[in-house]
C-alpha cells in the first residue's frame, strides 16, 4: 500500500445495489481528493474515522467533497442513497470506466468487479421493457410493493406502452406459495392483454445488466433496479416507486435516478 495516501474502505453490508451506491459516495470523496485512494475491504483492520450517512449527506449537500487534514484513513459504514448522488451521473459513469480493476463487497463479502458492473455480458438477452420485482425478505419486511400496485400501474401504462416492444420480468425465481401466486397475478395482467412476457431469474449481475440495457425500466423497491437506472445509457424513462421516506432512513432519499423519471403511487 501507498503509505503516503490515506484509504478509503467500504463496509459490506447488504446487497449488491447497496454496495454500489456506498461505492458511489466513496467515487465523490476519491475524484475531489488526491491524498485519498480505494482500498476495498479494511481486512489488516487499519485504524479508520467513520464516515457515516449523516455526515455524508452535509458533505454532498453543501458540495463540499474536499477534506483536508486528513489523519485517519476513512471508513464507509452506511448506505447512501441520496438524491444527490444522481447529480454526479455522468462522472460517476465515467470514474468507473477509468477504474474497472476496483472491487466492490456486498455482504457476506461477495466480490464484484466493476469492469463487470458496467460491461454487459456476452449473449446477454435484450428487452425494450423490463419491469423488476423484489420480494423474499423484503415480504417478511413488509417492504415489498403490493400486488395491486404493480398492476395499477401497468393499466395506467395501457397495453399501447408495450405495443412492438419485447419485455420480460426481472426478478429472483420465486420459491414460496406467495411469492409464487404474486409473479401469477402480474402474469396474468399481461395474458389477459395478450402481451408477451419472458421471466428471467439469473445470477445477479446478468439480471442487473437486462435491467441497465432496457429502453424503459420499471423499478422496484430494490437499489439494484435504481443502480441499473442510474449506470444505464440506453434507458429513455424510468418509473420509480413513491416510497416514503422514513425519519429512521434519512440515508434513502433518491427517487429520480435519471431525469426521465416517472414516480407510481405504492
Known amino acids: 500500500m501507498n503509505v503516503y495516501k490515506k484509504h478509503i474502505f467500504a463496509e459490506p453490508k447488504g ?3 447497496n454496495a454500489l451506491f456506498r461505492y458511489f459516495a466513496i467515487v465523490l470523496l476519491l475524484r475531489y481528493n488526491t491524498h485519498l485512494t480505494y482500498g476495498g475491504i479494511n481486512i489488516h483492520r487499519q485504524k479508520v474515522m467513520l464516515l457515516g450517512d449523516n455526515l455524508y449527506k452535509d458533505i454532498i449537500s453543501n458540495n463540499c467533497f474536499e477534506l483536508t487534514n486528513i489523519d485517519n484513513n476513512l471508513l464507509f459504514n452506511g448506505y447512501y442513497q441520496l438524491q444527490e448522488i444522481a447529480n454526479y451521473r455522468d462522472k460517476l459513469k465515467l470514474f468507473l470506466q477509468d477504474n474497472q480493476e476496483h472491487i466492490i463487497y456486498n455482504y457476506p463479502h461477495e466480490e464484484f468487479k466493476i469492469g463487470d458492473i458496467i460491461n454487459k455480458p456476452v449473449n446477454l438477452s435484450r428487452y ?18 403490493n400486488c395491486e400496485c404493480i398492476i ?6 395501457t397495453t399501447d406502452f408495450f405495443t412492438n416492444n419485447n419485455t420480460a ?14 409473479i401469477e397475478q402480474i402474469k396474468t395482467w399481461f395474458d389477459t392483454n395478450n402481451i408477451s412476457i419472458n421471466i428471467e431469474s ?22 439494484i433496479s435504481w443502480c441499473a437506472a442510474l449506470l444505464s445509457d440506453n434507458i429513455d424513462i424510468c418509473y420509480m416507486p413513491d416510497y416514503k421516506i422514513r425519519t429512521d432512513r434519512t440515508h434513502q432519499t433518491l427517487k429520480y435516478p435519471i431525469k426521465n423519471t416517472v414516480l407510481y403511487s405504492i
Not at 169 to 182: A, D, G, M, Q, R
Not at 203 to 208: E, K, R, V
Open 202 to 223: 439469473n445470477d445477479i449481475l446478468t439480471d442487473f445488466h437486462i435491467m441497465k440495457e432496457a429502453k424503459k425500466l420499471i423499478c422496484s423497491n430494490s437499489t
Open 169 to 182: 420480468i426481472v426478478l429472483n425465481k420465486p420459491k414460496t406459495s406467495f411469492e409464487l401466486n404474486y
Open 152 to 157: 395499477n400501474l401497468l393499466n395506467n401504462l
Open 128 to 145: 425494450d421493457i423490463v419491469l423488476h420485482i423484489r420480494l423474499e425478505d423484503f415480504v417478511n419486511n413488509q417492504e415489498f410493493i
Open 15 to 17: 446487497r449488491l445495489g
